[in-house]
């Protein structure tokens, strides 16, 4: 069974920086794509970042390109997203979630996602 728990939300004011991890239970995750989805009130769940089994290829939403980094350590079986410069419009709850083993590509849809997170919160002050 696969868990993912996340961790490293909170509050800050426009401008700064947070690191969100991922921590993952059972080893096959090491072996999956992940990404994170974030979901503001009264709207629907997005898609913020992917990142390769391998670490080697990433792809990240247009709105977060060149403030956000998505990255993990295969060995500690967690994933990371370094948020910088945030902006009000970063205020959501933040997700994790991991593919299966044998799906193979990084998945920009929730739907292509089979294991998730409880969530984090992220308030960004003006």
């Known amino acids: 069974q696969v868990q993912l728990v996340e961790s490293g939300g909170g509050l800050v004011q426009a401008g700064g920086s947070l690191r969100l991890s991922c921590a993952a239970s059972?080893?096959?995750?090491?072996?999956?794509?992940m990404g994170w989805f974030r979901q503001a009130p009264g709207k629907e769940r997005e898609f913020v970042a992917a990142i390769s089994r391998s670490g080697g290829a990433t792809y990240y939403a247009d709105s977060v390109k060149g403030r956000f980094t998505i990255s993990r350590d295969n060995a500690k079986i967690t994933a990371y997203l370094q948020m910088n410069n945030l902006k009000p419009e970063d205020t959501a709850v933040y997700y994790c979630?991991?593919?299966?083993?044998?799906?193979?590509?990084?998945?920009?849809?929730?739907?292509?996602?089979?294991?998730w997170g409880q969530g984090t919160q992220v308030t960004v002050s003006s």
């Open positions: 979630a991991a593919r299966r083993p044998t799906t193979g590509g990084l998945g920009l849809e929730s739907n292509q996602y089979d294991y």
């Open positions: 059972g080893r096959t995750v090491s072996s999956s794509a």
